[in-house]
T-cell receptor, first 118, second 113 residues
């Protein structure tokens, strides 16, 4: 079974702090993703990575950065946390190999980190 | 600009009855659609998908219908069970970027006895 783990389930930080959210997958997946989930807004993509040391901006990258030094690990960094970054953060990974019909690439999600910025 | 929309934030259904969750999209380049299910304090898990070359895909109690002309898809759950109570997300992708999923806003389904 694919396992995606996130370093913390709950995190409370103060405004202005630097925050690191860690994600590790154990299936040798090429792709990794960071989303945030907010009520009424669904899942929004922050950043994703197709390979080690490669990253691409998603739909809402402002205020975030990422790091992927090893294939299995993808970190999300909040350089200076703000209250509007209070959210549920979800990490996901996928194999980079489309399914039989060549059109689908299932993403496997971690349990999420509930971040509160005070 | 929400490319994938789920206009009903919540739905309440009696056990044994049919649950119908709806999803609309605006981008005609989308050609693959997925439904994910999310329980509280867990990550979303894949439920069922459909390619644009089909108009229906069935897996046990779950059936997804796609109406391309209306840019609309729906998830039917029959019969509904209390364990189906969760948030359901619709997602879409296109063949020129199969790795990226665009998610809807989610519908919270509650199945009561």
């Amino acid at each position: 079974d694919v396992k995606v783990t996130q370093s913390s389930r709950y995190l409370v930080k103060r405004t202005g702090e630097k925050v690191f959210l860690e994600c590790v997958q154990d299936m040798d997946h090429e792709n990794m993703f960071w989303y945030r989930q907010d009520p009424g807004l669904g899942l929004r993509l922050i950043y994703f990575s197709y390979d080690v040391k490669m990253k691409e901006k998603g739909d809402i990258p402002e205020g975030y950065s990422v790091s992927r030094e090893k294939k299995e690990r993808f970190s999300l960094i909040l350089e200076s946390a703000s209250t509007n970054q209070t959210s549920m953060y979800l990490c996901a990974s996928s194999s980079g190999l489309a399914g039989e019909d060549k059109k689908y690439n299932e993403q496997f999600f971690g349990p999420g980190t509930r971040l509160t910025v005070l | 600009d929400q490319q994938v929309k789920q206009n009903s934030p919540s739905l309440s259904v009696q056990e044994g009855r049919i649950s119908i969750l709806n999803c609309d999209y605006t981008n005609s380049m989308f050609d693959y659609f997925l439904w994910y299910k999310k329980y509280p304090a867990e990550g979303p898990t894949f439920l069922i998908s459909i390619s644009s070359i089909k108009d229906k895909n069935e897996d046990g109690r779950f059936t997804v219908f796609l109406n391309k002309s209306a840019k609309h898809l729906s998830l039917h759950i029959v019969p509904s069970q209390p364990g189906d109570s969760a948030v359901y997300f619709c997602a879409a992708s296109s063949s020129y970027n199969t790795d990226k999923l665009i998610f809807g806003t989610g519908t919270r389904l509650q199945v009561f006895p």
